[in-house]
């Protein structure tokens, strides 16, 4: 495996790392139900599929009015749609992921006042993210065998080719069908 490609997936080394030891930390230093714990993983997850529709919907198509921001647009994703089956632009770069993850952290503890709390949101939102990323390149890069994984992947490719505009989530539609942007059109058009 080339640098460059090792060089993609340092998201995943990073946050494995953080995760798991502030995971261990957390867990020793109090005692909470394993409940409460999935619960608050499980928030995280479901937190994370929120932030993807938002981030994908409203900053990913953002329809920028300036040179600047059209440059800035076509970098940051539409042109993973011009070339969706190039690895370069198929994972999100730590740059981009971590000040959201700062963000979102921050907003936690403020409303948790638990930095224990805060960790195992945050391993669910890690969850999810990975989760994104996994289904991201099953979408654009394998044949799924599962028939959950084939379903993402046809509703993923069918925002890239057909819909632009609709079908942000990646992980699940369920956002799309929450928030408006869910498209039943075309349900047996094969895309490959």
């Known amino acids: ?16 790392l953080l995760a798991s030891g502030l995971g261990v930390a957390a867990m020793i230093s109090e005692t909470r139900s394993l409940t409460s714990i999935l619960f608050l993983c499980l928030t995280g997850v479901l937190t994370w599929g929120l932030i993807e529709y ?3 919907r409203l900053v990913f198509h953002f329809d920028a009015q300036g040179e600047k921001g ?11 749609h011009a070339n969706p089956k190039t690895m370069d632009d198929l994972f999100a ?15 936690a503890w403020a409303l948790m006042r638990s930095w224990q ?6 391993i669910g939102l890690t969850a999810g993210y990975f989760s994104y990323e996994f289904l991201h390149y ?12 084939r379903y993402l992947k046809k ?21 799309d069908y929450l928030f408006g942007t869910f498209n039943q059109s075309h349900p047996n058009r094969t895309i490959k």
């Open 70 to 80: 059209r440059k800035f647009v076509y970098a940051m994703h539409l042109s993973h």
């Open 138 to 149: 099953q979408a654009h890069h394998r044949a799924p065998s599962l028939r959950l994984f």
């Open 93 to 107: 770069r730590l740059r981009l992921s971590l000040p959201l993850a700062l963000c979102y952290c921050s907003l």
């Open 117 to 122: 709390a805060t960790v195992y949101l945050f």
């Open 1 to 16: 495996m080339n640098r460059k490609i090792w060089k993609q997936f340092t998201p995943f080394y990073f946050y494995t």
């Open 155 to 175: 509703y993923h490719l069918l925002h890239h080719h057909q819909t632009s505009a609709l079908r942000f989530g990646v992980t699940s539609p369920v956002f």
């Open 54 to 56: 938002w981030l994908h």
